[in-house]
Every structure is written in structure tokens, then in C-alpha cells.
């Protein structure tokens, strides 16, 4: 399952929250893109008090990166809030500014399997290993202001967010192959800025309650430099096809008179704005002696316009020595006898990769990111660098969505001991994007046309909602939904690229995947309990979207190709014509003992957990060569299914916390387990990807001290420093771990 449509949550922090919602199974008054729940954020208004005074909030936080034995990390935000004109008006306004250094390390490895005589039993190939380290420098400045006016019949809101996130990120490391080693470092620069304006109605008028939303949203994310450079080393290393990662890393011998392999930079630019209008109409309620009901129906309507850019630009892979050797003489003066273009002239003595994986694996020679940029400053002119064209070309697209929804639903109480909520949604969207299309005739001759394709899918989605509620202590809620999964932008622009023996093909008809989802909640709850939940819940996705490779001759099914009958491997994205049930069961518990006796009654307990099931099936392409006795043979295309779990699913999630609060103090440790997600699906089980069960720790606590409203706070993040694992599923071996380390924030706040 493949996907962009994500939407980048780190220009809301904690700070402008009011709130949290969760809902787990939508209404028809929602978007029904979702599959697996919604989450609402609610923004803080500013508070009612009496007095009409002002009120102030300043929070400082420093912070500790452990891995890189780093301080330099701060957060600074300022808060405003008051209400004017008899608590009618109200103003909130949040400002912080945000300096962050992460880093880490990380292990990739490649494998592949050749040996497909013996089925399961047979081990992959590994190809090649690559190591790194990463340093970052993530500055962010955010703005939020929400302005509210009350009055007897309803309300008006504005509501402003905005971020601007500059990310400056070195990674330096080494590529472990059969021919040799590469070692290279990357400097790249992100800037991403977004900003949310939010206009909002609620209007009591005859028989019902009226809410209007207009919104605005833009979000750029331009990466303007992302510089490369490659330092190449023969080396024979013998067959280790058979090693582990750690194993074949330590055969590495890191000679300093490794030869440059060139220097590269690309860009990326995309756009994305959004405008959006809701409106909702709920009526007020009908009672009689048997029942009450209201009715809600209303409308959504959405342009969005999108693009995407991407450019390339490559240097020779050999350099004019004279120029670099004057460049190097110029940066490192008397300091070296041979001014060559070979990785000892280019290594950062001042950068330490320090305690790389704990001494389990070794990293050599930090290239100098500083003369890297020097010789891009002097050395990359249009004469020796070119823009390449093609890799330039084939990613990009620019485009338009119109999403529309209209709703009916009503919700009908009988004597708070039934409700039944039933309704329908309909919605539709339709996509038009321009792409390139792209055929390579000569190695280095390629073909370019435009095309432009406008594609509608729209949906009608009943939904049902039952709660009995037999005792003030217990209830059970059954819900009937039905929820979309629209494709990705970049799946569906349509643009191709014939290469001699292969095409790579965006597929524009692509519909957007449903679930039929069927959960069923029983709920225990009283001062005593707390909230105790149970469960079931199923789901039935149709048309699921995912890559696809496969072999075709016969490219009739592709109109808009050329129409040539010769054997391409064909890679795509297709929906899933076999439907993949998940089912799964989820109990939570949260609670407060203040029944019990002290100290014990200051603790409350949260826990949650969930185990999953699934099947899916995947295309499995492979050829089949039938041989005769005279030594001809005829090539058969064999593209069956196979079975396995669906793509991203863990098998185990839990999440837990304890805490106490006690007067002023309040102090939290949370743990959260996550075992065994399906990373990569494969017929082979040799190719299959599952992460390792991962269980990360943090701590949060909070004082408040006695002098003029200030308060303290101390964070630990990931005590423990646990990995990020991916494993080889036949054996076990890491096809990556990322190690981040533990983090600590500590600071101070005061309100006035």
C-alpha cells in the first residue's frame, strides 16, 4: 500500500490544544477518506475570567540529545489570552520559537534471493551494506491566533496557524559492496512552510442550528540544495553472500586513497493549497413520551491545486585536478603534502562519529561538509554540470481536486435507553493532473509528450450506529461504516517512461479503495471502574492501492501506450481485485484509584491494546520458459496471487501509562509496544520485511512551586534508546536499524 496524502502535524503543538477527539467509527457529517478513525483538534480560545484582565503564559525548554551528547536544543513560547465586551470577544495568541538537533545512526543492508529451488529453506543473498550517521539542525517558528465572539444566538471564529520549519541535515556514511566500498556525504536543506485559516459560523435560526465553515490552507515544502559527494575504493572482498550485515561490515578495510566519484545536487519544490467550505444543519429535537430525534444533513465542498518539481543536476565523476587542487591548497593551506582529489584531503578532523552502533559496527573518514560546499561554490558551473533532463522531468506533475460530500443522518433516543443513528454520505472527487510521458529510444535519446487526464469517483456510503444501554454502568455500541482510501497524488498523474526492456507506468484509472468496517463496543464504566472497554472490530477492503511488477507482452489493456508486441517487465500501481479482510479485537482501561487509601489514591492507570488479523493477496510476476527437445523455448507470463498479511499491519500494539497526582505534583511513565508490522510483501518469504518488537519507555514530570504561578517540568523520551529494527523475515538478519537515542527536555513556565 502505497501513499502522499499524509498531512504534516508539527506545526501544532501541545500549547494551542484545547483538546482531543477520537472517533473510531465516523458519522456520515465526516470526511469519509479515513480507514482507520478520526482525530480532531480542538484550539484553546482564550478563557473566561471575570475581571476582563489579561493573562500570560512564558515557557522555556532546553533539551539533550544523548546519542550526539548534545545540548543545543531550546523551545520558547509566549501565550496572550483575553477576553472584552463582557466575556463576549475573546483573544488567544501563541508564539514559539524552536531550535532541535537529532541525530542518529543507521544500518541498511540489501538482499536477494537466487537459490528458488528450495522453497522456504533457501537463504537470500545479501548484496551490500550501508551504514551512516546524521547530525540535524531543525529550526521552527510558529504563530497561532484565534479571535471568538459569543452572543445569544451564536458564534463567529477566526482561527490562524502558522509554521515556518527551516531543516539543515548532514548524513555521512559508507555503501559496502562486492567491488569495493563508497563512501559519500550528503548536505541537505528543507525548508517547509504551511499556514490554516479557519472562518467559522454557529447560528440558531428557526428549527435549527446552523455551522458554517470556510477554510484556507497553503503548505510549500522546497528543498533548494541536496549536495552530494563520492569517494570510490576497489576492494575484493570474496563471496560473502552468506554473512550477516555485521559480519561483512567488518571486512571492510577503509583505504584513505579512495578516488572522488563525483558530486550531484537536485531540488524539490511542491505546492499545495487548499480551499474549503462545510456547512452543517441539525435541527433541534423532537420529543415525545417514547422518543426524542433530531435530524442533521449538510454539504462539504474543496479545491485543491498541487505540484511537484524536481531537478537534477550531476557533476563529471572525474575533476579537473588543477581546480581542485588549487581549491584544496586555498582551504587546508600547508597543512598536507599532496593536494590530489582522494578522501584523505577531504576529512573532517574536527567530526567524531563517536560510539557508531556501541562499537558493533565501524564508520570511517567524516567528509568535511564545509569544503564539500566550497568546491560546489567554486567548481559547479553550467560548463562541467548538467541538468539532467530526464530525471528531471519524469517526476514531476501539477494538478487540481474537487472533493464534494453531502449528507443525511438522523439520531433517534428511545428513553436514554436506545439511540439509533442511521444516514448516508455521498462523496466524489474528481482529479485532474498534468504528467509527463517518456520514451527512451537510444541510450541517451528520450522522447517527451504531455498529458493532461480528469478521472470522477464518487461513492454512496450508508452508516449505522446502535447503543443499548441497559444499566447506567454498561453499554454496548454496534457501528455499520463505510470509508475511502483515496490514491496517492504520484500514482495517479498520468505519466509513463518505456525504457528498452521495462515500463514504468502511472496508473490514472486507479479507484479509491473502500472498507466496509463492522465494530462492536462493550463499555463499562462508574466512578470505581473508570472506563473499561472491549472490542471486535472487522474491516473489508476493496480496491486497495499498492505497487505492483509484473510481465506483459501484450499491452492492449493500455490503450495510451504504444501497442508493440515484445516482452516489457511492467511496474504499476493497481487495485487489489481480491478483496482483504481485517479483523482484530482492542481492549482499554482508564482509571483513578482515589477509593483506595493514600498514597495509592493519587494513582491513575491507563492501558490499551490491540491485536490484529489480516489476509491479502498480491500479484506474484515471474517467467516461466517452457524448453523443447530441440532447445527452442517459449516464454510463458505467469501472474498468479499469493496470499499473506496486508502491507503496514502489526500483529501487537499497546500502550500504557501510570501516574500520580498529588497537589502540585504530577508525573507520568508511559510505555508503548510494537511487534511484528509487515513491512514488505513478497512471494518469497526470503524478500519479506517485518519490523522487530520495539518497546520505548518515557517519563514526564511536572511542579508546580509556590511563588508567583510558575511551575517546572522535566521529560525523558525513549530511556532506554530503543532501535527502530527491520528483519529479514527467512532470517532474521536487520535490513535497517535506526538508533536515535534517548532525548531529555527540561523547563520552566510562569503565568500572569
Sequence with gaps: MVGDRSTNLSMISSGILGGVEVIKSITPDMDAAVFGGVVNFELKKAAFDSSNSPSFELITKGGYNELKNNYNNYRLSGTYQQRFFLQRLGFFLEGSIEKRNPGGNFLDANYVLTDKLNGDLGTPDITNVNLGDYISENERVQLTSVLDYKYSTGEI??????????????SRGESINQNGIVFGATDTRDKLNSSVNIFSVKQEVPFFNVDLKIAHAYSESLSPKNLSIAFNQRFR?????????????????????????????????????ALTAVVDFKSNYFVSKLFTANIKFGGMFQYRKRSYDYNLWSGPASTPSISISQILQSYHGDQVENYSSVIRNFIDNDYSFGNFFNGEYSISYPIDIDLLNLIYDKYWTPELTKRDQFQSTVFDYNGTEDKSAA?????????????????????????????????KTLPENYLYKIATKTET??????????????????????????????PPYSAIVPSYTIDLTSIDYNNFNLNPATSENY?????????????????????????????SQTFVSDLSPYPDLPQRHQLYTFNTYINNPIPIDVWGIETEWQTHFWYLPQPFSWIEFSINYSHIFSQASYPKGELFYDYKEDGSYKVIILNPFYKSRL????????????????????????????????????????????????????????????????????????????DEISLNERTNYPESISRYGMFGNFGFGIKF
Excluded: C
Design 647 to 722: 502491507l503496514n499491519q502489526p500483529n501487537d500494539i499497546l500502550n500504557s501509562s501510570i501516574g500520580i497526582d498529588y497537589k502540585g505534583f504530577s508525573g507520568r511513565a508511559s510505555v508503548v509496544y510494537i511487534n511484528n508490522i509487515f513491512e514488505k510483501a513478497d512471494f518469497w518469504l526470503q524478500n519479506r520485511v517485518v519490523s522487530d518488537k520495539s518497546v520505548r519507555w518515557d517519563i514526564s514530570i511536572r511542579q508546580k512551586l509556590p511563588w508567583y504561578n510558575t511551575q517546572i517540568f522535566f521529560d525523558l523520551i525513549n530511556i532506554t534508546g530503543e
Design 407 to 439: 449528507y443525511f443522518m438522523t439520531k433517534i433516543n428511545f428513553n436514554d435507553f436506545v439511540t439509533f443513528l442511521p444516514g448516508v454520505r455521498y462523496q466524489n472527487l474528481t482529479t485532474t493532473y498534468l504528467g509527463y510521458r517518456i520514451e
Design 237 to 273: 572482498f570474496g563471496d560473502f553472500s552468506k554473512l550477516t550485515p555485521k559480519a561483512v561490515a567488518s571486512l571492510a578495510v577503509p583505504n584513505e586513497f579512495a578516488r572522488y566519484g563525483g558530486i550531484s545536487d537536485n531540488s524539490t519544490f511542491v505546492k499545495d493549497r
Design 519 to 547: 465494530d462492536l463496543v462493550f463499555s463499562f464504566f462508574n466512578n470505581e471502574i473508570g472506563l473499561l472497554s472491549l472490542n471486535g472490530f472487522k474491516k473489508r477492503i476493496k480496491d486497495l492501492v499498492f505497487s
Design 157 to 170: 471564529g477566526f482561527k490562524n496557524l502558522f509554521s515556518f520549519y527551516d531543516i539543515k541535515r548532514v
Design 457 to 486: 469517483h464518487g461513492y454512496l456510503l450508508p452508516m449505522l450506529h446502535l447503543i443499548y444501554k441497559p444499566l447506567s454502568w454498561f453499554q454496548i455500541h454496534f457501528a455499520y461504516t463505510n470509508t475511502l482510501n483515496y
